[in-house]
């Protein structure tokens, strides 16, 4: 959840709503959000010195847009297994890295789409088990459920 604007969101550096930047980063490989220097695992030194926020973080991550804290296994292999690093967009075939943007996933079929294929995809892949395109709970036009029923 945002600090700022209270909105859930995945572990990510800046919330995509607002901008803003968390107040208490997370590692998205290991999940500390303070790093105890009980490991000689820290790139940076820091004796006698517990580091949180900002002192802990040692990257983004290029593809999930993630905190990575300054640990050596951190540093060196969250880029190589983070899930987005081979995600790329059924429709255009482009790359995290070709369109700078998010990436989702179709509802439907789960592959990734890029966000300005994101829509017309899923209206071409979406599968109707009735003959009415209507919300089953409320019986107003939309995919399987509408916007104001999700």
């Excluded at 919330?15 to 790139?43: I, N, R, W």
């Excluded at 966000?115 to 009735?130: G, I, K, R, T, Y």
Aim: glycine share 6%; hydrophobic share 30%.
């Amino acid at each position: 959840e945002c600090d700022k604007c209270q909105r859930r969101q995945k572990n990510r550096a800046f919330c995509y709503f607002c901008s803003s930047v968390q107040k208490l980063p997370m590692c998205a490989h290991c999940g500390k959000t303070k790093c105890m220097m009980k490991s000689s695992d820290c790139v940076i030194k820091h004796p006698g010195v517990y580091s949180t926020g900002m002192a802990m973080v040692g990257a983004i991550c290029d593809f999930c847009e993630a905190w990575v804290c300054h640990g050596r296994k951190c540093l060196s292999t969250h880029a190589c297994s983070c899930p987005l690093a081979s995600a790329e967009c059924i429709e255009c075939e482009r790359s995290v890295w070709d369109h700078g943007g998010r990436i989702f996933s179709c509802s439907f079929c789960y592959n990734y789409l890029c966000e300005d294929d994101q829509f017309e995809h899923q209206a071409s892949c979406q599968v109707l088990e009735a003959e009415t395109f209507k919300c089953a709970s409320c019986n107003r036009l939309g995919q399987h459920s509408c916007l104001r029923c999700k």
